[in-house]
């Protein structure tokens, strides 16, 4: 091999391990520039998940928190009414009452006083605890009657009302007295005359609403 041949493959190889180094240079270089860039995106990632993470599990906590919450509430108000139907008495109890009387024998005229007969059955026959044991009750009558002149005539009038228990003994009775309101001609003929359109167009009745306590404590003990 002559001189000029082992200049030549001296040359070759000291330029081909010039490039090795300069490529491992620019290597180096190229990671110690990327690094804070993959370092961020690192960073983004793992926040990124982190929150998503976090959000997942905060609307499972939050669902399974208001699941909760509607059970307890839905439970809480069966039995609160469970407890109030069974325990708490009925604030307020209406019942019709039909007035009835007899006829005299010759067929005219009236032999006896309107009395009526209210019970507490239900619709197969059994009995329906209605008024609460040891419950105070005010009891109240609302009787309607036409405004006729001989209403009007009558004067003061008894209202009688006994209470029966399941024995059909008389428990508590009472007697009170009642009078059609009065009112003079002259303000009877202002309130036709001024209202005498919704008379005529049926929305309101000749009638008078009489209200009277016959108690105000009863309570049935049985």
């Known amino acids: 091999m002559t001189l000029q041949q082992i200049g030549n493959r001296l040359s070759n190889l000291l330029g081909h391990r010039l490039c090795n180094l300069l490529y491992e240079r620019v290597e180096?270089?190229?990671?110690?520039?990327?690094?804070?860039?993959?370092k961020l995106q690192a960073s983004l990632i793992y926040m990124v998940d982190y929150m998503f993470s976090k959000t997942v599990s905060t609307v499972q906590k939050l669902l399974f928190v208001w699941s909760v919450i509607i059970v307890l509430v839905a439970v809480s108000l069966m039995l609160y009414a469970t407890f109030y139907t069974s325990y708490?008495?009925?604030?307020?109890?209406?019942r019709p009452v039909h007035?009835?009387?007899s006829v005299c024998s010759s067929g005219v005229g009236i032999c006896s006083y309107?009395?009526?007969?209210?019970?507490?059955?239900?619709?197969d026959g059994t009995v329906q605890e209605v008024l609460g044991p040891g419950q105070p009750y005010t009891v109240h009558l609302v009787?309607?009657?036409?405004?006729?002149?001989a209403n009007r005539d009558m004067g003061m009038f008894m209202l009688v009302v006994k209470m029966y228990g399941r024995d059909g003994h008389i428990s508590a009775a009472s007697k009170r007295s009642a009078i059609f309101r009065y009112r003079s001609?002259?303000?009877r003929a202002v309130h036709m005359t001024l209202l005498s359109p919704l008379y005529f167009l049926g929305f309101l009745e000749q009638?008078?609403?009489?209200t009277a306590e016959l108690f105000s404590h009863f309570v049935d003990d049985y």
Request: proline letters at 9%; a negative charge.
């Open 114 to 123: 309107p009395s009526a007969n209210i019970t507490f059955w239900n619709e």
């Open 185 to 187: 001609i002259f303000i």
């Open 99 to 101: 007035l009835a009387f």
């Open 88 to 94: 708490v008495p009925t604030a307020e109890i209406s």
């Open 28 to 38: 180096i270089i190229g990671v110690i520039l990327t690094w804070p860039l993959r």
């Open 143 to 149: 009787l309607e009657m036409p405004d006729s002149q």
């Open 207 to 210: 009638k008078k609403t009489l």
